[in-house]
């Protein structure tokens, strides 16, 4: 399933109204024109229109016509809901189905805060994301159009955090923010997950702007539009929750430096992609060298979103790090490559897996160290094909800090040769295990071959190692 099938009611909304604002412009009015003097600082004028001699229309002109060329012919301005179809995605990651409507506001474990005039500490992830480039898109769709293409974004951000266990905290004009957070992990001692559910929401709607929107918005308007992703941990002990306002008038918010950092880094974030700050990145282990990168200012590296000196001489120097979209896109369910081979991995305490066996979905969660890890994959011949023999070959490729200290990242291979009479059901199979070492994203390559030559490449199966 792609992407676009994915969220195919959101998918399907922004090419109605692009190909209806398509329908309705004429030559005349591709582009969109301002006069310098109506709109000093904002207009884009086209160099070689007015070397035609085409003359420019006014801005209070071009906006008033604006309003009519683009009717809304949808049946009602109800917002779109892909919900049960994002839903699959929880199922893709292994979650159990979500029963619980999504609200907004106070985060559901903070509500007696509401009441009973107190606070409490508690750690939280905090993800914002706004829409960036939309202020003409008035001036060339209506403003029901607007409200449906902005919508339809805001909308499927919505659905895709509750799909990965977010909760929205509060929607700002064209923003959304939202925590990630579980009693359960903060008492496991696993706050890793709620990292990797807020990396993982921002992901995939990276790609919804990617696949979806950009494509169609671009051929349509030219319009520069885009979403930014800041994303941010910070740990119990430095995050505080409480009610603000009076009574009637108030919210239950968490009041953190590193909440504060997660909508810096929001700002400071390249048009589509996700920045994160330097505590996320340090508790699950993420280097320069495997998924991310840092930001690159007018030619020269910008390692971070703060960088201040006190009156005492002593420097505050907190890093950032963009994600690496279609690297880490790639590893996840709905961006690796179709395979013959088929892989499930499970993982528990000891080495046969008799205890606590758990299965486990590509980059869905963390998992503790020294478990095992048990690769089982299945490899199905085509018509015409018949080996009397397959090579599987897994191969590990170790990424950060820890690995990093070992020889070549304890990276190693491990083969195992299965004969056409090992057959189970008439599939070739062979499982391996590894134990979990090297806190960070590592990962296991398994390709079939036979006679030295590759029948199935290399898939990618990726760990999360707490």
Request: overall charge negative.
């Amino acid at each position: 399933m792609s992407v676009k099938d994915l969220y195919k009611n959101l998918n399907n909304d922004i090419e109605n109204i692009s190909r209806r604002s398509k329908s309705k412009k004429t030559d005349s009015i591709n582009k969109c024109f301002f006069e310098s003097s109506a709109m000093d600082g904002i207009g884009l004028l086209d160099t070689e229109q007015i070397e035609n001699n085409i003359s420019l229309e006014s801005f209070d002109k071009y906006f008033g016509e604006s309003t009519a060329r683009t009717a809304v012919e949808r049946d009602s301005l109800e917002p779109l809901k892909d919900y049960e179809a994002v839903h699959s995605l929880r199922n893709a990651f292994g979650k159990p189905a979500r029963l619980i409507e999504p609200e907004i506001g106070t985060h559901p474990e903070f509500k007696h805060l509401e009441s009973d005039n107190k606070t409490s500490l508690g750690y939280v992830v905090t993800m914002f994301m706004d829409i960036i480039g939309s202020t003409k898109l008035g001036v060339s769709y209506s403003p029901e159009d607007v409200f449906l293409f902005k919508n339809n974004i805001i909308t499927g951000a919505i659905e895709t955090i509750n799909a990965f266990d977010g909760h929205v905290h509060r929607i700002m004009g064209d923003a959304v923010m939202a925590f990630f957070r579980s009693q359960k992990n903060e008492e496991d001692d696993t706050l890793e997950n709620s990292a990797i559910d807020a990396i993982n929401c921002a992901a995939y709607f990276i790609e919804v702007m990617n696949e979806i929107v950009k494509p169609q918005i671009t051929e349509i308007a030219e319009e520069n539009i885009g979403i930014r992703i800041g994303i941010d941990l910070g740990h119990k002990n430095f995050v505080l929750w409480s009610k603000y306002g009076i009574p009637g008038v108030h919210e239950v918010t968490a009041t953190s430096f590193f909440v504060d950092i997660a909508s810096k880094l929001q700002h400071k974030a390249p048009k589509n992609s996700i920045m994160l700050g330097e505590t996320l990145v340090n508790k699950l282990g993420l280097t320069t060298n495997d998924y991310l990168e840092y930001k690159s200012k007018n030619g020269e590296v910008d390692r971070y979103v703060i960088d201040v000196t006190a009156k005492d001489k002593s420097r505050l120097r907190y890093k950032q790090y963009v994600l690496n979209q279609s690297k880490y896109f790639s590893l996840l369910p709905h961006g690796t490559q179709p395979s013959r081979i088929n892989v499930i991995i499970t993982y528990s305490n000891d080495e046969y897996g008799l205890f606590n066996k758990i299965e486990y979905k590509n980059c869905a969660s963390a998992i503790p160290k020294n478990k095992w890890v048990k690769f089982h994959a299945t490899f199905r011949e085509t018509y015409g094909e018949q080996y009397e023999a397959l090579k599987f070959k897994f191969r590990v490729v170790n990424h950060g800090k820890e690995a990093g200290e070992k020889d070549n990242n304890d990276n190693h291979e491990t083969e195992i040769i299965k004969k056409a009479n090992e057959k189970e059901n008439g599939v070739f199979v062979a499982s391996h295990k590894e134990r979990t070492s090297y806190k960070g994203l590592q990962h296991m390559y398994i390709s079939v071959i036979s006679n030295g030559v590759v029948v199935e490449k290399e898939i990618i199966c990726s760990i999360f190692i707490q």
